[in-house]
């Protein structure tokens, strides 16, 4: 009996050796993720060399209502209109509703999960098969009643990655709505700007106008004295033709642009007609804030979108590195099942069922190493973006900077030469008038006096409008208020929380 009982432990050590044996054959043959990896990082913005194009002037962010600093109470309605009813902005809440709920689906694969099903099936079940008579040959009325649960053990986080990808791509969308949203405040600012310009030129061509109908009146007391031909007054009235066309042009532009507005407010042609004359003001100072370009990452929701993005890839690459990993769900059932409805109420119905499935993927042709290869690039394409983002910020607020810089200096020169074109003009007229010179010389001296006033009406609306386009360069106002623990940078590849491929 004891050889017995020896040979019985012996036995079941060698088959506990096999079984083991066995499992640590197919881990090793299981499909791994080795050699699959990425280098990419995000670039921090004090790497970039900014020191002398967007020098610190220890000036402010702009604020939310950057837009007020015009004194043009018409253009603060127009911005509250758009941002209530603009279809743009629609699309983008649209956007940011869908990522909720994604974010929400995720969610719900982290959590156990009930259900409750009932079923009523009439069958003629087989007189020859498994189920005997009198069952079997007859029809039977099966009631099916069972109230199951479910839960996945995520032990190597997939369903909690997934969930984290959702969110910070739901932190992306919404910063993806602030840039919508300053893409549209920052347009219909500019467009507003274009449309004070028109006015501008316009009260330019009116009194050039003027100017040229009394040329014509000279000119035709000027024949009647005989200093004069026909040839100068046709050329007089050409000249006023071609002024009065030139309003009718800036007319035809005005109300083009007031269409455009209102398609920017999401409102039909006619709200346009109903929009005065722009009353814009010169604007704040412009000086740039300290301690740029760090802070700019988190003021320009561009930048912050794209990094979000990158977030959401990282979790995405350690999902799918945890789909290596063996699967394992808890289930569990109970209900009723009976023939007929008589017996469904009853103890002897219960049924019952517990137990866990375990997935392991063995062989798989590739598929999930492939999955992994497609997020790495997924991450690094994010990454590039990001970096790309930061450097067209950057971008962006040394050339605005350097156009108003450059425009303020025009404009000193372009205000001297306007001063000069003026007095000449004045003087070539009254010289004209008193038949002292010709009127080529008026001619000469109206051009360059109207030349040099549309000069300065359009160096004095780039300004504007580089102003604006540097407020929306800095961010608009934006701030992201996002979780700091989430909104650090991801400075290199994603790793999983497990640190090895099995």
Known sequence: MKNQSNAGRRASGALKMGVSVMFAAVLSACVNYAGIHSDAKTTEPQQYATQQSIPAESGHWPAANWADQFGDAQLKALIDE???????????????????????TAKASTMPRVDA????TRQQYSGT??????????????????????????????NREALKAAISQLQASQADAEVVKLTLTTSIARTYNQLARLYALRDIAQQEIVQREQIDRITAGRIATGLDTEVERKTAQANLATSRATLKSLDGQILATRYQIAAL?????????????????????????????????????????????????????????????????????????????????????????????????????????????????????????????????????????AGVRSTDGQLVDAQTAQDAARQADSLALVQYKAGLTNQLTVLNADVNALAADQAVANLRMDRRDQQIALASALGGGFVDTSNTDQNAHVTSAPETSANAAH
């Open 82 to 104: 758009a941002l209530k009813g603009s279809p743009t902005l629609e699309q983008a809440r649209a956007r940011v509703a869908s990522a909720s709920a994604y974010s929400e």
């Open 117 to 120: 099903d009932y079923s009523l």
């Open 129 to 158: 098969a498994l189920v005997p008579p009198p069952t079997g040959g007859s029809w039977q009325t099966e009631n099916k009643g069972l109230l199951s649960a479910s839960y996945d053990l995520d032990l190597w986080g997939k």
């Open 265 to 401: 407010l999401g409102a039909g042609p006619d709200r346009g007609l109903q929009i005065a004359r722009p009353t814009l003001g010169i604007g704040d100072d412009v000086n740039l804030p300290d301690n740029l370009p760090a802070d700019l990452v988190s003021r320009r929701p561009d930048i912050v979108a794209a990094r979000w993005r990158v977030d959401a890839m990282t979790h995405d690459v350690k999902e799918a590195k945890a789909e290596f990993y063996p699967d394992i769900n808890l289930s569990a059932a109970i209900g009723l099942d009976a023939f007929g409805f008589g017996r469904f109420l009853t103890a002897a119905s219960r049924t019952a069922s517990v137990g866990p499935a375990i997935h392991l993927p063995i062989f798989d042709a590739g598929e999930l190493r492939a999955q992994l290869k497609g997020r790495y690039a997924d991450f690094d394409y994010a990454v590039a973006t990001y970096n790309q983002t930061l450097v067209t910020a950057l971008s962006e607020v040394a050339t605005q900077l």
